[in-house]
Every structure is written in structure tokens, then in C-alpha cells.
């Protein structure tokens, strides 16, 4: 893998893995009525996911990748079903409810994160982290109860399901640090693949929707894939804290690009998700200003 050794340089490249994800919500809102394929979406962009990090571990690691699998353990089994889970409600949430609300949603995965990792890891939570947390719980308590609506309301609890899923993924990383995380990915994109078929044969649906929306599953598949490829080059050494700050490219961008009159979508953000969302964004960064003091560093691989 190419290896970054300066920050200068390696805060672009993780900005761009930030910007190249946030466009993951404006190819769902390029898809023809996704909501009515949401298992053929989950059964291509798994599928996708797995060849692709399955083919760059090949020319990084040579034939021998595959041995990898072998050393997953329960960690890796545990996070690649979380993972998958998060993408499997992902794609619920986004066409249930705004963008916005699916995006912010996630960008409180660093707080369910501190949240089990202290459940199950015993990871200590500090008085300030309890601050950060509280003030994202308005945030995202604002956002509840501006999103009643039926469907609304069901897209925002797949939204949070899918923030505390890819949670469950973080903290198994942390759990056993030796766990190969790019095959871990790889193993949520076989949970989506598998799971999606078992839903497509026992509802005797087609697995495969339109060539065009064929393409979209695909195509956000690659997005993800490259976007976690940059960032695991770039995350070496950048601490914990940029890296949270520098992930809000992914949640600000995704919702410009929605909202952006250019690209034809128009979907402008509700009042209730723009205050709570404030919220979140000020948690975020006072999260990420009290994690300066504690220079960790955070790899992908």
C-alpha cells in the first residue's frame, strides 16, 4: 500500500475520501424508485464491495490474501455483520426519509460508538465525552420529533440503526486491533450479498433490477470502496481528532449535493433537521477538540 508520512499530505487525500462518499446519497436519489428494489440495491452494492476489496487485497497482499479470512475470528464476524446491517438499513432510511436526516444520523456513530465500547469494553467514557454525547442526544432528539410522519419517522430510526451498526463495527475493532479490517469489510459486503438472496429467493423477486439501476448499485458500490481505500492510506497519521472533523465532509457534502438546484434533486433540508442538526455538528467538534489532548493515531489496516 502506499504510505503517506506527512499530514499535509494526507489530509487531502482523506478530505477526498470524505467528498467521494458524500455522493454516495445522490446516486440513491439518481436510482428509479429504489424503495421498490431496496433488496436488489443491497444484493449489487454487496457484491460489488466484495470483488473490488477482495481484488485490492490481491495486489497488495498477492495470492496469499485469502488467509486473511482465516484470522477474522469472532471480532470479524461480529463487525462484518454490523457493517452489513448498517448497510442493509441504510438504504431503508435514505428512501424514508431526507438525506439530511440519514446523514446526521451518522455522523453520531462517534458517540454510540464511545457508548458500547464502554458497555462491552469497558472503555472509560470522560466527563467531557458525556458532554459531547448530551448535547448530540438534543440534536438528534429535535430531529425525532420534526420527523412524525409516518414514513419520516421509520427512515429516521433506520438511520440511527444503521449509525449504531457501523458503531458495532468500530468497536469490534477495537475489541481485537489485529483483526484484518479490510476483510472485515469484504465480509460485509458476503453478509449483504447472502442476505439479499435468501430475501430475493424466499420472496421470488428478480435479482436484478433495471441495467440502469443495475449500474447505480454498482456504481455506489465503487464509491465506497475508493473512498475507504484513500482514507485507509491517508488515516495513518492523522490523529483521532482531525479525522473526526474531516469526516463531516462526507455529511456536509451529501447534503449540498441533494439540496444543489444543479444536480436536479432540490431537497432542501426541514427546519427541525437543520437546528438539530446544529446540534450535532457542535458536539462533533467539541468531541473533536478535547480528543487533541489525546493523540491517537487510527488505521484501517
Not at 137 to 157: H, P, V, Y
Request: proline content about 3%; glycine content about 8%.
Amino acid at each position: 500500500m502506499i504510505e503517506l508520512k506527512k499530514e499535509k499530505i494526507a489530509i487531502p487525500v482523506v478530505l477526498f475520501a470524505g467528498i467521494l462518499w458524500s455522493f454516495g446519497p445522490l446516486v440513491v436519489r439518481y436510482m428509479d424508485n429504489p424503495h421498490m428494489v431496496p433488496w436488489q440495491y443491497i444484493f449489487g452494492r454487496g457484491l460489488t464491495i466484495f470483488i473490488i476489496l477482495n481484488l485490492y487485497l490481491y495486489f497488495e497482499e498477492g495470492i496469499n490474501f485469502y488467509k486473511n479470512y482465516k484470522k477474522i475470528g469472532r471480532s470479524g464476524i461480529i463487525g462484518g455483520s454490523g457493517l452489513g446491517i448498517a448497510m442493509i438499513t441504510f438504504i431503508y432510511s435514505i428512501t424514508n426519509t431526507s438525506a439530511a436526516v440519514t446523514l446526521l444520523c451518522l455522523a453520531a456513530m462517534p458517540f454510540f460508538t464511545a457508548i458500547i465500547a464502554y458497555l462491552f469494553l469497558k472503555e472509560k467514557i470522560t466527563f467531557n465525552a458525556w458532554v459531547s454525547i448530551f448535547i448530540a442526544t438534543i440534536g438528534i432528539t429535535i430531529m425525532a420529533f420534526g420527523n412524525t410522519e409516518k414514513n419520516s419517522l421509520i427512515g429516521f430510526l433506520f438511520g440511527l440503526a444503521s449509525s449504531i451498526g457501523f458503531s458495532v463495527f468500530s468497536v469490534t475493532l477495537r475489541w481485537r486491533k489485529e483483526t484484518p479490517k479490510f476483510t472485515t469489510v469484504a465480509v460485509a459486503g458476503l453478509f449483504c450479498f447472502i442476505f439479499a438472496s435468501i430475501v430475493i429467493l424466499i420472496t421470488k423477486q428478480n435479482f436484478f433490477s433495471t441495467s440502469y439501476n443495475s449500474s447505480m448499485f454498482s456504481l455506489h458500490g465503487i464509491i465506497v470502496c475508493l473512498g475507504l481505500i484513500l482514507y485507509s492510506i491517508g488515516s495513518k497519521v492523522i490523529p483521532a481528532a482531525e479525522l473526526t472533523l474531516l469526516s463531516l465532509t462526507e455529511v456536509i457534502g451529501g447534503i449540498f449535493w441533494v439540496w444543489l438546484p444543479l444536480f436536479g434533486i432540490n431537497e432542501i433540508p426541514s427546519t427541525s433537521t437543520i437546528v438539530g442538526g446544529f446540534f450535532l455538528f457542535v458536539s462533533l467538534v467539541y468531541y473533536s477538540l478535547i480528543m487533541r489532548w489525546n493523540k491517537r493515531y487510527i488505521a484501517l489496516n
